[in-house]
């Protein structure tokens, strides 16, 4: 059974940057399509960005396009979320996700969940 484990997450300022690594372990990701979500107090959770198996075919979320590139390493068994540009919206609990079927953007498509990094921006 795959674990999938987030870090890089915390606090910085409007404007600044981070990254998110999404590692796992029990299973290697090179076959998966993996993506991001995030889920700010009181709302659901939000597709961020996925991206393909092999990593040609990648999708974002009109509010992170421009500001936020997913990437993978399958060598290293992990996916990354640089995070450019962050604005206060963008606080919230991000996790990484594996897909199993259907909608690339529904969260109920992904059946393995990481347990999420906290990420707050400042103003």
């Known amino acids: 059974q795959v674990q999938l484990v987030e870090s890089g997450g915390g606090l910085v300022q409007a404007g600044g940057s981070l990254r998110l690594s999404c590692a796992a372990s029990?299973?290697?990701?090179?076959?998966?399509?993996i993506a991001w979500f995030r889920q700010a107090p009181g709302n659901e959770r939000d597709f961020v960005a996925t991206?393909?198996?092999?990593?040609?075919?990648?999708r974002y979320a009109d509010s992170v396009k421009g500001r936020f590139t997913i990437s993978r390493d399958n060598a290293k068994n992990t996916v990354y979320l640089q995070m450019n540009s962050l604005k206060p919206e963008d606080t919230a609990v991000y996790y990484c996700?594996?897909?199993?079927?259907?909608?690339?953007?529904?969260?109920?498509?992904?059946?393995?969940w990481g347990q999420g990094t906290q990420v707050t921006v400042s103003s």
């Open positions: 029990g299973r290697t990701l090179i076959q998966y399509r």
């Open positions: 991206i393909s198996a092999i990593g040609g075919i990648i």
């Open positions: 996700a594996q897909y199993r079927s259907g909608s690339v953007v529904a969260d109920a498509s992904y059946d393995y």
